[in-house]
């Protein structure tokens, strides 16, 4: 009964002392230590492992990605290089010049952009206008260039004064662009030495007073503004001949601060009698314009006939059957937002004076040396605010049996060998 009725507590201390000799503890407090202090030593160990593994792999993935051929990296880092053996110095101001070379030749720069599309490539017309609507807001090219004037041939069928044109261009090249737009079924092609070759845009069919003449002269512009170096852009037929030299012709119009497009305002049937009073109150009759519609301008210019979206719709929706579109739209629109840049003349001569809907036609015996003389110098105007006795740079309309006079005559009144 008495050592039932022993206290617990004591009985508890007792225990506890017998098994937790001071020895044992102290053995016990030593291995707890050693343990806890190879365990930080360990982790820490691992972590620099783990960090130079990343950085390894890091350093080694440009060389992977560089070539696929060669094999894939030790996921050991590199021994470092023997400290007796020290890399070359490198310099940031040296280069080489291999290095420099592919990085020249692979350079594709702005070249790309610049470079204008074929004439027989497959853009509609939605997309080509669209296209050459676009402009650099920044006027300095950052490239070199060469005005260019583009000469863009509204055709039936072939240039049918080629040679002359030919004659006319020849040791000029690089300053010159040509554009033809002639009838889809005229499927000749030309002599790859002729510098018509390949110069043929897609084109619509075109009849004579029809908007669809507005919609072909818009179409060349637009074929012509894709390439940045064309400064000027001229109008031609088939039927027009240079009167002067390319060297007169290109100086004159590429140092030109003027448009050349006839407008004037004209009473009677031929005139405000076309005028359509749909068109109210976009254009009204006191802005309805008559001109040729032969022209020469700039490419500001250009750019706004092909971007018109506000006078280009009235035309295309009233000016139908005998409005005759081609004589109206382009004299109507220069006269209500471009007249103060405008010489408000054409420069391709044309004889009226016979009467009747169509100019005179010029035919062999029609070609001499004292009419060519006349119509290069025969009148007298202004350009550049200086008077001159140089008002047409073209003449039309001239057949095709002149073609040998004019030819012949070419060297001597013309002076194309100068």
């Known amino acids: 009964m008495k050592s ?18 001071p020895l044992h503890l102290f053995s016990c407090f030593f291995f ?16 620099n492992l783990s960090l130079n593994l990343q950085v390894t792999q890091l350093s080694a993935s440009p060389s992977m990605s560089s070539s696929a051929s060669e094999p894939s990296p030790s996921p050991f880092p590199s ?19 291999a290095n420099e070379t592919s990085k020249a030749s692979s350079r594709v720069g702005l070249s790309e952009y610049l470079k204008p599309p074929s004439a027989q490539h497959d853009m509609d017309d939605e997309e080509l206008l669209w296209r050459a ?18 000469f863009m041939f509204l055709t039936k069928g072939p240039v049918s004064l080629a040679p002359l044109w030919e004659l006319f261009f020849k040791g000029h090249e690089g300053l010159y662009s040509i554009y033809v737009h002639s009838n889809p079924s005229f499927n000749e092609t030309e002599p790859e030495s002729s510098v018509f070759h390949d110069r ?30 064309n400064h000027h852009f001229v109008l031609l037929s088939e039927s027009c001949i240079p009167l002067f030299n390319f060297s007169t012709i290109y100086s004159y119009l590429i140092n030109s601060t003027q448009n050349y497009v006839q407008t004037y305002d004209l009473p009677g049937p031929v005139g405000r009698g076309r005028y359509k009073q749909q068109m109210s109150p976009t254009i009204t009759i006191e802005q309805w314009r008559k001109g040729s519609q032969w022209f020469a301008m700039d490419r500001d210019l250009a750019t706004e006939v092909i971007s018109d ?53 010029f035919m062999r015996s029609d070609v001499t040396i004292e009419s060519l003389k006349r119509l290069r110098s025969e009148s007298r105007c202004e350009n550049n605010g200086k008077s001159t006795d140089i008002c047409f740079l073209f003449a039309r309309k001239f057949m095709p049996n002149a073609l040998g006079r004019l030819l012949r005559f070419s060297s001597k009144v013309m002076h194309f060998n100068s």
């Open 32 to 47: 707890f230590a050693f343990g806890l202090s190879f365990g930080i030593i360990l982790s820490s160990n691992l972590k």
């Open 4 to 21: 039932q009725n022993q206290n617990p507590l004591a009985t508890a201390i007792n225990l506890f002392g017998s098994r937790w000799h």
């Open 200 to 229: 043929r845009i897609p084109s619509k069919e075109v009849q004579w007073g029809k908007f669809n003449m507005i919609e072909a002269e818009r179409r060349l512009l637009a074929n012509a503004l894709l390439d940045f170096s």
């Open 133 to 150: 609507s676009m402009v650099p807001q920044i006027r300095e090219f950052p490239f070199k260039t060469v005005p260019k004037v583009a």
């Open 79 to 97: 021994p470092s290089p023997s400290p007796l053996v020290s890399p070359p110095p490198t310099s940031t101001n040296q280069s080489n010049p």
């Open 309 to 361: 979206q506000t006078y280009y719709p009235i035309f295309q929706k009233h000016c139908k059957s005998s409005c005759y579109a081609d004589e109206h739209y382009l004299p109507t629109l220069v006269g209500i937002k471009f007249w103060e840049r405008s010489a408000n003349r054409s420069l391709t001569w044309v004889d009226w004076s016979r009467g009747g809907p169509h100019p005179a036609r």
